[in-house]
């Protein structure tokens, strides 16, 4: 997380990444990737920002045509409404783009979502699965990357 935003004095020095060089945080990842392939044999995984924080150069796709896989918005929805979540996806399906929808915790824990948010929003996505693909991020990328973008 970067520690110069609003309300991030908790941010710890070796944790904040205005503080970090961007080719430390690669290697960490890679470390990472290396140590989990060695436990479960795979070799693709995904990776979401910390505390959506884009550290790259914050640019976002607005088209499928020009995507960048690894630059797709993070949306991290605490205390809304299903309608206001809803709101959300619908825009993505009118850019013509995808979203990347992150939950700390449904109906308890820090930065929630009530339960009945998440249900209204999951029972609007099934009702629309003719508009909206809903899958872990890594099969989509995956889709994306092969056959969208080659």
């Not at 990737?33 to 884009?54: A, E, Q, S, V, W």
């Not at 909206?132 to 994306?144: A, C, K, L, R």
Request: hydrophobic share 35%; net charge negative.
């Amino acid at each position: 997380m970067r520690g110069s935003l609003p309300t991030r004095e908790w941010a710890e020095p070796e944790e904040d990444l205005d503080q970090r060089m961007l080719e430390s945080v690669v290697n960490e990842i890679d470390d990472a990737n290396h140590f989990l392939t060695f436990i479960d044999g795979h070799t693709t995984r995904t990776f979401t920002l910390p505390c959506i924080d884009n550290i790259v150069d914050g640019k976002v796709a607005t088209k499928m045509a020009d995507l960048d896989i690894l630059r797709i918005p993070v949306y991290t929805p605490y205390n809304v409404s299903g309608e206001e979540h809803i709101t959300y996806v619908k825009s993505a399906a009118t850019e013509g783009t995808m979203t990347n929808l992150t939950f700390h915790g449904i109906g308890s824990d820090h930065l929630s979502l009530s339960t009945e948010a998440h249900v209204q929003l999951l029972a609007y996505l099934a009702k629309h699965q003719s508009i909206y693909w809903v899958d872990t991020y890594q099969n989509i990328s995956t889709y994306v990357n092969h056959a969208c973008i080659n």
